[in-house]
């Protein structure tokens, strides 16, 4: 059969088209820009045909999957085995979209190699003062229960005058607010309410 010669209107334009989506064959473009544009709306209704058939010279390549764009946010590292905690990067992978108000999933295994993290959120700061943007503390806590060498940095924050030492890593992101639906960058402004939090812990 000659599909050169069947004509059907595009989806966006209405233009007559021979060309079609090369993943479903059913849905009609004039341009691979047209199914750019409707891809979307299209993929939803988008079933693959069986990907055995030959391949005809009027399709048009589907667009690749969307890449999930990851999101960088500046966080503070307390390592067992450092004097003192520092400035990381650490990459968020979006939960949903922006307006949904979900906040990004932050990716630690690197930090956490033994065990999942587990998460306390500090919402209180000095003297009991409410935070305006609660912190998010990870920690492992296996290193916690079976005490594993103090960590340094967290002891020098202290001054090593915290109650029960703590153990294992730990990172700190800062919430962008009190809803916390994402992360704004955390800083040395946040080791007093970290310091408080830490001599306080039992």
Known sequence: MNTSLINHPCIICCRSTSMWCSRCQNAWYCTPE?????W???????VPINTQQSHYPDTIPMPPPAQVELVPVIALLFMPHEERSRVITV?????????????PSPLLQEFFPESMPNTIILTQGLNGEPLRFPLHIWYCPTSLQRGSPINRAIY??????????????????????????GYTDAGSNDL?????YFLAYT
């Open 91 to 103: 990459q968020c992978r979006p939960q949903g979209t922006v307006s949904q108000g979900i906040c």
């Open 40 to 46: 979307p709306r299209h993929r939803r209704e988008c």
């Open 34 to 38: 047209h199914l750019q544009s409707d």
């Open 192 to 196: 007093p309410a970290l310091s408080a």
């Open 156 to 181: 020098r924050i202290t001054n090593g005058h915290a109650s029960k030492p703590w153990c294992g890593p730990v990172v700190v992101l800062k919430f962008n607010g009190s809803r916390r639906q």
